[in-house]
Nanobody
Framework: VQLQASGGGLVQAGGSLRLSCAAS????????MGWLRQAPGKEREWVAA????????FYADSVKGRFTISRDNAKNTVYLQMNRLQPEDTAVYYC?????????????????WGQGTQLTVSS
């Protein structure tokens, strides 16, 4: 499956933005989907994940209550709605896919990655 992330940009602290991840090549419904991010000089970290049909979602503590992951399998697309953005959310955001299971919080669990989209939050 090929993944294409989009929607990043420059936003002021407290603002909102929605990222999208469009899939091609295979039906997205076959995969757990995740969003991960990497800030300059830091390791890639997991942000959020969603199960095959969207029945369950999971969030890192740092974004819980501010970010919402969702998916539209009919459109083969996954979203990350980000609210109350903070400067520490600045990073390259990646969407990623894997077959599924309990290790959704591990970057190494993901088999397929999009190219990343830059989010910059100004203070």
């Amino acid at each position: 499956v090929q993944l294409q992330a989009s929607g990043g940009g420059l936003v002021q602290a407290g603002g909102s933005l929605r990222l999208s991840c469009a899939a091609s090549g295979r039906r997205l419904s076959r995969y757990y989907m995740g969003w991960l991010r990497q800030a300059p000089g830091k390791e890639r970290e997991w942000v959020a994940a969603i199960t095959w049909n969207g029945g369950s979602t999971f969030y890192a503590d740092s974004v819980k209550g501010r970010f919402t992951i969702s998916r539209d399998n009919a459109k083969n697309t996954v979203y990350l709605q980000m609210n109350r953005l903070q400067p520490e959310d600045t990073a390259v955001y990646y969407c990623a896919a894997y077959q599924g299971g309990g290790d959704y919080y591990l970057p190494g669990a993901y088999d397929y990655w999009g190219q990343g989209t830059q989010l910059t939050v100004s203070s």
